[in-house]
């Protein structure tokens, strides 16, 4: 499904996707510029398998993209995240709290379709993701923190 959506002049980036992370799938909308100047609207959900992220990876891939943003949902967005980062791709994540766009109800692909539109116009801020050897440092140390507490607790019981 293609549709016109935004004037040349609110236009930044010429290729973006917005993504909607979830346990199981990934929601993304594409936007691309064509040569008349307006952007193509497009849809795609993959799952998070390994399989499903490599072929998330080649779809990004072959739209030769600008930006890539999605939302830090809980750990969730960390497998797509390191599956972009590994193919070099321009992944960004973004907090919800500074894309919130409305209250209410809400689907997946209005979401991401929103993070899309917010990709393409540049107006988001990129959150801090340390390089991956520290994110998996990091993740270790929670997880031996989490472990811990959980002996003292036995112990004082």
Not at 104 to 128: C, M, Q
């Amino acid at each position: 499904m293609d549709e016109v959506i935004l004037s040349p002049i609110d236009i930044r980036y010429e290729s973006a996707i917005g993504c909607d992370v979830h346990r199981d799938t990934i929601v993304c909308h594409s936007l691309l510029k064509t040569v008349v100047g307006n952007l193509l609207k497009s849809k795609e959900t993959f799952a998070t398998t390994r399989t499903g992220l490599r072929f998330f990876v080649d779809w990004c891939r072959a739209l030769d993209l600008q930006k890539i943003i999605m939302e830090s949902t809980g750990i969730y967005w960390m497998a797509p995240y390191d599956a972009l980062e590994s193919a070099k791709l321009p992944i960004n994540i973004v907090n919800p709290a500074h894309v919130k766009r409305m209250d209410g109800k809400k689907t997946d692909e209005e979401d991401a379709y929103w993070l899309a539109k917010i990709a393409v116009n540049g107006t988001f801020t990129p959150s801090y993701i340390p390089p991956k050897e520290y994110r998996h440092l990091r993740l270790e140390c929670r997880n031996t923190t989490k472990m811990v507490e959980s002996l003292v607790g036995y112990k004082n019981k």
